[in-house]
């Protein structure tokens, strides 16, 4: 299931994004950088894809080539990624 990062709504989306697209509830962009599969706040440029170029504006559309609107599932696995023992200590000494 795919949500808008923007309003929280569910999404009926069965094909590629386009960048010119927006979310029917709030209007919203729905090709930008905090939609998408790769992006990591924390990860250099905040993507975890190495060949992507930097986008300074994450909640506007952009022309990146490697976008993949991001699932439910895998924002939660994300999440939970943030409970490991590494993070807890990272957190302990405020790394």
């Not at 090709?31 to 506007?60: I, M």
């Not at 943030?82 to 990272?90: A, E, G, I, Q, T």
Request: glycine letters at 6%; charged letters at 35%.
């Amino acid at each position: 299931m795919k949500r808008c990062r923007a309003c929280g709504k569910e999404l009926q989306i069965e094909r590629k994004v386009g960048r010119s697209e927006n979310c029917p509830h709030c209007g919203a962009d729905l090709h930008g950088c905090l939609n998408c599969t790769f992006y990591s706040p924390g990860a250099y440029n905040d993507c975890r894809e190495p060949q992507a170029e930097r986008v300074v504006e994450k909640k506007r559309s952009n022309f990146c080539d490697y976008f993949v609107y991001s699932d439910d599932a895998v924002r939660k696995g994300q999440a939970a990624k943030k409970d490991d023992p590494r993070s807890r200590l990272n957190a302990l000494f405020k790394k």
